[in-house]
């Protein structure tokens, strides 16, 4: 079974300045995506950014982009810029492959960006 | 406001009763999925519905059941309600089969109270 796991429970920052959320995950798989997610205090969950474990080239969206070590099993996630608004919690996400709609999260890291 | 919406917002209920969750996916959308968020268990995958079949189930207990109508809307259904089954119930819609290459956008969720 995969499973994915997040060691900073919380985390803040000062805005403007960058932060780097790490994940971890363990699987047999050589194909799968990896995804964050974001959850402000509305509690709308929504995507961040995805990475597609074949492609060697890490992903980017505007401020976020992510460290993909395919050998270490490690997806960070780093935020640049950081603004009052990506106050959150912070979601890792796996997906076995593109069949298996199964996704495993990992516990979350709670983010506070400081004024 | 993602365009999938989930009645109701808030239910309290007492242990050992059944309920009923609905999810309208967005316009177009022919899979939706059942997320549980509870505070032991985090995010945990139910199941996943695509035009109407059953397509696959994360942990979801046989006290729970879902289905998805004609018109593309989903109803979970929990039955027999134990105190643990209090959690916040997203569901997620996506345009295909394949949460690979389609994004899922989730819904505003629905919080469960079991007393």
């Known amino acids: 079974a995969q499973t994915v796991t997040q060691s900073q429970p919380e985390m803040s920052v000062q805005e403007a300045e960058t932060v780097t959320l790490s994940c971890t995950y363990d699987?047999?798989?050589?194909?799968?995506?990896l995804f964050w997610y974001k959850q402000p205090p509305s509690r709308q969950m929504i995507l961040v950014i995805r990475q597609e474990a074949y492609k060697q080239q890490n992903a980017t969206e505007n401020r976020f982009s992510v460290n993909f070590q395919k050998a270490a099993k490690s997806f960070s996630l780093k935020i640049s810029d950081s603004q009052l608004g990506d106050t959150a919690m912070y979601f890792c996400?796996?997906?076995?492959?593109?069949?298996?709609?199964?996704?495993?999260f990992g516990p979350g890291t709670r983010l506070s960006v400081l004024p | 406001d993602s365009g999938v919406t989930q009645t109701p917002k808030h239910l309290i209920t007492a242990t050992g009763q059944r309920v009923t969750l609905r999810c309208s996916p967005r316009s177009g959308d022919l899979s939706v999925y059942w997320y549980q968020q509870s505070l032991d268990q985090g995010l945990q995958f139910l199941i996943h519905y695509y035009n109407g079949e059953e397509r696959a189930k994360g942990n979801i207990l046989e006290r729970f059941s879902a289905q998805q109508f004609p018109d593309l809307h989903s109803e979970l259904n929990l039955s027999s309600l134990e105190l643990g089954d209090s959690a916040l119930y997203f569901c997620a819609s996506s345009t295909g089969l394949a949460l690979g290459y389609n994004e899922q956008f989730f819904g505003p969720g629905t919080r469960l109270t079991v007393l």
């Open positions: 699987t047999s798989e050589s194909n799968y995506y």
């Open positions: 996400a796996f997906m076995k492959h593109v069949g298996d709609q199964n996704f495993v």
